[in-house]
Antibody, heavy 117, light 110 residues
Framework: QVQLQESGPGLVKPSQTLSLTCTVS??????????WSWIRQPAGKGLEWIGR???????NYNPALKGRVTISVDTSMKQFSLKLSSVTAADTAVYYC?????????WGQGTLVTVSS | QSALTQPASVSGSPGQSITISCAGT?????????VSWYQQYPGKAPQLIIS???NRPSGVSHRFSGSKSGNTASLTISGLQAEDEADYFC??????????FGGGTKLTVL
């Protein structure tokens, strides 16, 4: 049973870079055709897809965030990471990592990131 | 890209059936059979309940079913139960290889 766990700072200052890591356990990060995704959800609002990465490093990003987002993968550590630059209060949200491309069949529990000085 | 359009809320009594719509465009919902539905309880991560328009993952109740017509997908919950009270989100693959979510629908079981 694959499990995902997000980790990283819960508070980021405006204009700085948000950095989160997702650790995959109970399965391989490199197996099959799996992509690994990041999604976020502001309090009381809907889900927003941020982007995805394959174990081979191939990425797709949300056009609305492109230019600020970088997703990377470290297969040896079974981790993939999110960096979001130049953050503002609008980036305050619960950030989820998940497995999949069009079907997100396994999610982390989510981590709240607040952007505030 | 704008979010897929879902009703903000729906409600129904136990035992009834309800349907949640998810309206997109010919560049997302209408173009691909890659529509998924997720159930989310307060404070919890979303959970996949329907994939590829109509497929139910193992363990998901047969009371949940999905369909699509043109640019609109739908989730139907039959035999409504109190435990079905949750938020529901649709998603679709897009022509730009992105993933687009709906705004979410809050289901209230009366």
């Amino acid at each position: 049973q694959v499990q995902l766990q997000e980790s990283g700072p819960g508070l980021v200052k405006p204009s700085q870079t948000l950095s989160l890591t997702c650790t995959v356990s109970g399965g391989s990060i490199s197996s099959g055709s799996y992509y690994w995704s990041w999604i976020r959800q502001p309090a009381g609002k809907g889900l927003e897809w941020i982007g995805r990465i394959h174990a081979n490093g191939g990425t797709n990003y949300n056009p609305a965030l492109k230019g600020r987002v970088t997703i990377s993968v470290d297969t040896s550590m079974k981790q993939f990471s999110l960096k979001l630059s130049s953050v503002t209060a609008a980036d305050t949200a619960v950030y989820y990592c998940a497995r999949g491309v069009t079907i997100l069949d396994c999610w982390g529990q989510g981590t709240l990131v607040t952007v505030s000085s | 890209q704008s979010a897929l359009t879902q009703p903000a809320s729906v409600s129904g009594s136990p035992g009834q059936s309800i349907t949640i719509s998810c309206a997109g465009t010919s560049s997302d919902v209408g173009a691909y059979d890659y529509v998924s539905w997720y159930q989310q309880y307060p404070g919890k991560a979303p959970q996949l309940i329907i994939s590829e328009v109509t497929n139910r993952p193992s363990g998901v109740s047969h009371r949940f079913s999905g369909s699509k017509s043109g640019n609109t997908a739908s989730l139907t919950i039959s035999g409504l139960q109190a435990e079905d009270e949750a938020d529901y989100f649709c998603s679709s693959h897009t022509s730009s290889s992105a993933l687009l979510f709906g705004g979410g629908t809050k289901l209230t079981v009366l």
